[in-house]
Structures are given as C-alpha cells and as structure tokens.
T-cell receptor, first 114, second 119 residues
C-alpha cells in the first residue's frame, strides 16, 4: 500500500518564478492538507482540500493556491516566489469520515528560492 | 486561535534511559486532540501517540506514554528505554474537535524538540 507521495523532492527556483508541487494521498484517503516547514520550525498549515474544494486556509497570501483532482491527488502552486518561500513543503492526507484521524505525511518537497 | 509551545529546542538521552519532552498549549476549546509526531532525519513525519482531551486516562503506545494535564494545558511525552532509532525531531500538535462528521482537520504544530539518543 503506497503511502503519501510527493514530487519533486528537491527544486531550485529564482525570485518571481512560479512553482507547482504535487501530492498523491495514501490509498483510501480523501482529504489533503499542505504545510510549509521552514528550517528549524514546525509545520505551518497552508490549506486543506476535500471534494475538490479548499475547506480551510491558514495565514498565507493568495500567491499560494491549490487544487484537488477527482482522484484526490492535489497540487500546490506558489506564484511570484520570494526568498522567504524557501522551505520544505509537506503534504498530508487523511480520511474525513469516521472522526479525526491520523495525518499521513509525505517526505516533502524541498524548495530553494534564489 | 490555538498555540502550541515546546520550550526544549534540543535534548539528549543515553540509550536505554528515559526522557520526557514537554509541551504546553493554549486553547479555549473543551474538546480537542493532542498528538506527538516524530520526524527522523529522512524527513517523513509519523504519528507517535494521540490523546483525546475527553479521556482522563493517559495514552500509551509501547515505550511511549503521555502525561496529559488538561487543567494545566500540558502534554508531555515520555520515552522509556530510549533507542538509537528514537533520534529525531519531535513535534507536539493540536487539533480542534469538530462535531460534523469528521470535520476539517487543521493541525497546529509546535516548534519541535530535537532529541539525540547517545550510544
């Protein structure tokens, strides 16, 4: 049973560029959340998708946007990259029904903005 | 808004010894969930233990146990018989309980404690 998979694992961009990160949830999961983890910090909630809609959003600007597809996979898009966007981006999946369940995390996408 | 505080940035423990990691949180909610997540150097975060706030009994999971003090808003993690594989970042996390089915599960994390198990 494949867990949460993310791609790419590493990428380097320059300021002002745009980036798309991808996530496939664990089999049987229908909810995908994205977190930003700066170096030495805990993950910060960006947003969550369920039924192809953004359901919750953290304190992130509109430059951060996302999408969820019918197969539950998800993308995170960041426009007009800033140096401060350099971080590990974690995708976490869970199953909405049945109460608050465990979050399963991917290994993350390490974004470096130069 | 909920906040989670981990006041120990780094800790170390001898192999086979016991170590306790501290966590405090702030919330006005009465029903919620608390978690400890482990993030080894390979980066993939995994759940160590979970506690429902309405349960008075402290959760245990093999060598891992918690001391949940709801009134004090404290949630510490005890690791017994520490092993080299326990070396990792440990994050305390909070999730508000919602009444609709499942709810939308936003998790708030602390800043983490880096644990080093020394041979």
């Amino acid at each position: 049973d494949a867990g949460v998979t993310q791609s790419p694992t590493h990428l380097i961009k320059t300021r002002g560029q745009q980036v798309t990160l991808r996530c496939s949830p664990k089999s049987g999961h229908d909810t995908v959340s994205w977190y930003q983890q700066a170096l030495g910090q805990g993950p910060q909630f960006i947003f969550q998708y369920y039924e192809e809609e953004e359901r919750q959003r953290g304190n992130f600007p509109d430059r951060f946007s996302g999408h969820q597809f019918p197969n539950y996979s998800s993308e995170l898009n960041v426009n007009a990259l800033l140096l401060g966007d350099s971080a590990l981006y974690l995708c976490a999946s869970s199953r909405l029904a049945g109460g608050p369940g465990e979050l399963f995390f991917g290994e993350g996408s390490r974004l470096t903005v130069l | 808004a909920q906040t989670v505080t981990q006041s120990q940035p780094e800790m170390s423990v001898q192999e086979a010894e016991t170590v306790t990691l501290s966590c405090t949180y702030d919330t006005s909610e009465n029903n919620y969930y608390l978690f400890w997540y482990k993030q080894p150097p390979s980066r993939q975060m995994i759940l160590v233990i979970r506690q429902e706030a309405y349960k008075q009994q402290n959760a245990t999971e093999n060598r891992f146990s918690v001391n949940f003090q709801k009134a004090a808003k404290s949630f510490s993690l005890k690791i017994s018989d520490s092993q080299l594989g326990d070396t990792a970042m440990y994050f305390c996390a909070f999730m508000k309980h919602v009444t609709r089915s499942g709810g939308y599960q936003k998790v708030t994390f602390g800043t983490g404690t880096k644990l080093q198990v020394i041979p």
